[in-house]
């Protein structure tokens, strides 16, 4: 098929999907579950024939380690499949975001405005390795009313094909049940979820704004960078997750150990992990050292600059013993996102200073200051412009599940529509509806009608 | 000012903004428009040269009739420039859209997530012609505590300049107040506000997506398509306002010809003026007759396809007398915005055939149904993916004003961040501030601590 073609499908499907009531969606995210339960010996197959490819391709060096970590959707005991199935359930049960009245307003007698929430339209996800993520989005997709159009890695390429094609046999049992039981949504449209296999495709699909709505892509910097660069869709997510820390004047020693050594070392491949350590050069003496003492405990690489290392020096730490944990910082350390155990650490000498860098070298991610005047936590999360800004707890928690959403498309540092972590409620948008009795405009001004404007 | 200074600037003021208190920047409204009243002369005499200046360029066909009559700041008895002060007081009489709170949920006890609005950062306003919109669109972004580069069009650029001169001087004397005085906000920045002059300036700006967060372009089609097809920053606006009336098979002929006629006569050039006509083929014989009747008693020309020409020929209307206002449509009619007293009209055989229509060749702005049936209307409404969905009043009501949000930016087509007529809430998004006492993310999860996600 071709990519006008899928563009296409993808619309005509936003355009039935905006009458779909919330029980035909629940119908279907219900099914999407019981189908890939009861098929998945033949996703397993299709997953093991990819992880086969894969790891060819790791030994050839042309596929990351930690890709092909992320290829597997079976997990020990079953465990990762299971999850994705109640992820299913999770995402079913979540308030119908469709719908939602956010405004209502007389504008005058027998003319009354509501907003309402409705689905954005056409969705465009790129993402890479995890195949799970077909039925994340296709679930969130469905639940928000939004036609999708996914594209996975070619990595995982057979698994999501199976995936993709055994959520259309649910759509499609559905459809077939209802039409011969005359129940609701006869007309759920088979092509709400869409996958296409090929990199040609992509690039086709991000000319085609006319059609798509909102592109999101998922995954390494380079891609996002592709995507951002290549198209006039309005484009949701993250390049970049520079994250910093500032440690304060005053602050709680133990506290700034932990949150710092958990904001880099429980998952130093995630965008919400810190990059940088921001240090008061009145916290050197004492907090410095033992937060650094706690980070190469944990086998965490310091990229220190000129001042913090002589605190390090000057604290005692045996530099011979940590030769490798202890380098240099260079200026281009404060613009990388590292992605592994390596922190750049620098010496600011007032808060002001600590934000105004966030400020040029973050990427509006997450940042955060460890501090125990509360007045200060306010002033740098006021100033900081992050889509999350933290007093005295670790930058990991920016996720949509620890927030609370159930489940989320992505993380957002754009500064429009959706910022932060992403859940249903950026997947939408609103539409005014206008009830009149035949009312014109040039019925109301000056010497004539006038508006009422009362809230219901 | 190079134009890299230029948007320096405005990011550090919007870095001093996000402090900026609602007492404050009311407090620099009041002054703007103190300083504003005062200098009126002044305004007016710049505003007398820019108007000498463009009708010899109108004399010339450099220059339209409609811009040049939207030139004037004065108005009759100073009756335009009043209104503009008075616009003043209505924003600063708004509700602060800053600091509002979306969400506030303990993730854990001790762990305290708030959502709260904040402003976007940096606007990039490119408007043409009227002069007042410098003032608009300058208290909009203080009143919403954003920093602003505004790009006026050069045929009211003397005026734009007084007028941008003596905001920068209202902020000045609020300073000045202040420093002397230990008032609140010492800090407001001074370049909150920045007008810049030539048109190689908006491309450069239109580049520099790392200081700008937005860019609202307000004038022609070319002028936003240009802006939309030269930056990677968001844009919010319309390029089309290519708005439609679909007259249902039951309906009250009396109210579709008021509404139809006010929709298209009573401000032809705006963008929320029908421009196509859709008619049932059941409204051909009575309905229709009447409202292409008092049409062309309004001047109005219509593009007749086949069928509505042999409705209305059969419905006796004298085709010599009236032959100026009645000529045969062509496929581009549909997709034509006039601008003008002039219609396209096509007759559909059903309700649906009239929604695939409009979501094929409409602009997602406001769309009309004429309907005494009202399940139709609902389920046009729910159908027809635009800004604004009517039943039974005219897409003149799409209008910020007329919705009852004081002021607007403009009105957006746009299917993320901001729909329809955009007001402050446009103009913010929210940061996500994260309240902790050490927690760290690797403390939760099975076996360990758990989210309560309880609401306050």
Same mark, same amino acid.
């Given at each position: ?7 296409i499908?993808a ?27 009861k098929?998945k ?22 596929l990351?380690q930690?890709? #092909?970590?992320?290829l597997d ?16 359930d ?6 119908d975001?469709?719908?939602?009245i956010?405004?209502?307003?007389e504008l005058d ?17 790129? #993402? ?8 994340n ?6 639940k ?9 890695? !070619?990595?995982?390429s057979?698994? &999501? ?13 559905v ?15 088979? $092509? ?16 085609l ?9 998922r995954?390494? $910097?380079?891609?996002v960078? =592709?995507?951002?660069? $290549?198209t ?5 997510g993250?390049?970049?997750g ?11 020693i133990?506290?700034?150990a ?5 904001a ?5 491949a ?12 009145d916290?050197?003496s ?7 003492k ?11 600059d ?13 530099? $011979?013993?940590?030769a490798? =944990? ?24 007032n ?5 105004t860098?966030?400020?040029t070298?973050?990427? !509006? ?10 007045? &200060?936590?306010?002033?740098f999360? &006021?100033?900081?412009d ?11 928690f920016?996720?949509g #599940?620890?927030?609370? #959403? ?7 540092? &754009?500064?429009t529509?959706?910022?932060?972590p ?9 539409k ?25």
């Amino acid at each position: 098929m071709s990519s006008l073609q899928t563009a296409i499908n993808a619309r005509t499907s936003s355009n039935l999907l905006q009458l779909a009531s919330a029980q035909s969606r629940s119908q279907v995210l219900k099914r999407i579950k019981i189908v890939l339960e009861k098929h998945k010996e033949q996703i397993f197959e299709a997953n093991l024939e990819d992880i086969a490819y894969a790891q060819k391709e790791v030994e050839a060096g042309r596929l990351s380690q930690s890709l #092909f970590k992320r290829l597997d959707i079976k997990g020990e005991n079953e465990a990762k499949f299971e999850t994705m199935l109640k992820g299913i359930d999770e995402i079913d049960m979540l308030e119908d975001p469709i719908g939602r009245i956010s405004m209502h307003r007389e504008l005058d007698e027998g003319l009354v405005l509501k907003r309402v929430s409705c689905p954005v339209g056409v969705l465009l996800v790129i #993402f890479e390795a995890r195949p799970e993520v077909v039925v994340n989005i296709a679930c969130l997709s469905i639940k928000s009313a939004n036609a999708a159009i996914l594209k996975g890695g !070619k990595e995982a390429s057979k698994t &999501n094909r199976v995936l993709a094609d055994l959520i259309k046999q649910a759509i499609l049992s559905v459809l077939d049940e209802n039409s011969s039981s005359n129940n609701d949504c006869p007309e759920f449209p088979i $092509n709400a979820i869409q996958l296409v296999d090929t990199r040609d495709e992509i690039h086709e699909l991000l000319q085609l704004e006319k059609y798509i709505d909102l592109a999101i892509p998922r995954g390494s $910097n380079a891609l996002v960078k =592709y995507v951002q660069n $290549n198209t006039r869709i309005p484009v949701l997510g993250h390049a970049d997750g520079l994250c910093s820390i500032y440690i304060d004047q005053n602050c709680d020693i133990n506290k700034a150990a932990k949150i710092v050594v958990d904001a880099k070392t429980d998952y130093p491949a995630a965008c919400n992990s810190v990059e940088t350590l921001l240090v008061h050069a009145d916290s050197l003496s004492e907090c410095f050292p033992a937060v650094a003492k706690a980070l190469i405990d944990s086998k965490v690489v310091l990229h220190l600059d000129s001042k913090s290392k002589s605190a390090l020096l000057d604290s005692g730490i045996d530099f $011979n013993t940590n030769a490798s =944990y202890i380098v240099d910082a260079v200026p281009e350390d404060y613009n990388t996102e590292f992605l592994s155990l390596e922190l750049a650490v620098k010496v600011v000498s007032n808060i002001e200073e600590a934000i105004t860098h966030i400020n040029t070298h973050g990427s !509006k991610h997450t940042d955060c200051i460890i501090t125990s005047v509360e007045s &200060n936590g306010e002033y740098f999360m &006021n100033k900081v412009d992050a889509a999350g800004v933290y007093m005295n707890a670790s930058t990991r928690f920016a996720d949509g #599940f620890r927030y609370g #959403f159930g489940a989320e498309v992505g993380v957002s540092t &754009n500064k429009t529509h959706a910022r932060g972590p992403v859940g249903l409620e950026g997947l939408t948008i609103y539409k005014y509806k206008l009830y009149g009795i035949g009312q014109a405009a040039s019925e109301y001004g000056p010497g004539k009608k006038q508006y009422t404007h009362r809230d219901f």
